[in-house]
Nanobody, 124 residues
């Protein structure tokens, strides 16, 4: 599965962006698809995950500001990001895995397929 991100860029604090991630193939089985970010000198962290069963997970720092949704017909995950803060500055990566059971993990080590990343820069 190949993933292609789009929608990154530069914005001032309080602004909005929408990231998109398109998958090259449809995953028929239950799967997780979502966004991770990595700032310079920091570990990669899970930001928002969409479970194909309709559940979502967010890291605490983005709850209420970011949302994630999926268009199954386009194999694309969208993430509108509102009220962006300078601490949201990072390279954002899309990733996906098939899920055998349980909840979609926020830990990046569980994910197999990754996009190339899209830079988001928020200035104060």
């Amino acid at each position: 599965v190949q993933l292609v991100e789009s929608g990154g860029g530069s914005v001032q604090s309080g602004g909005s962006l929408r990231l998109s991630c398109s998958a090259s193939a449809y995953i028929a089985s239950r799967h997780c698809m979502g966004w991770f970010r990595q700032a310079p000198g920091k570990e990669r962290e899970g930001v928002a995950i969409f479970d194909s069963f309709g559940f979502t997970r967010y890291t605490n720092s983005v709850k209420g500001r970011f949302t994630i949704s999926k268009d199954n017909a386009k194999n694309t995950v969208y993430q509108p990001r509102n009220s962006l803060l300078p601490e949201d500055t990072a390279m954002y990566y899309c990733a996906t895995i098939r899920l055998g059971g349980g909840a979609c993990p926020l830990g990046s080590s569980a994910y197999i397929y990754w996009g190339q990343g899209s830079q988001v820069t928020v200035s104060s």
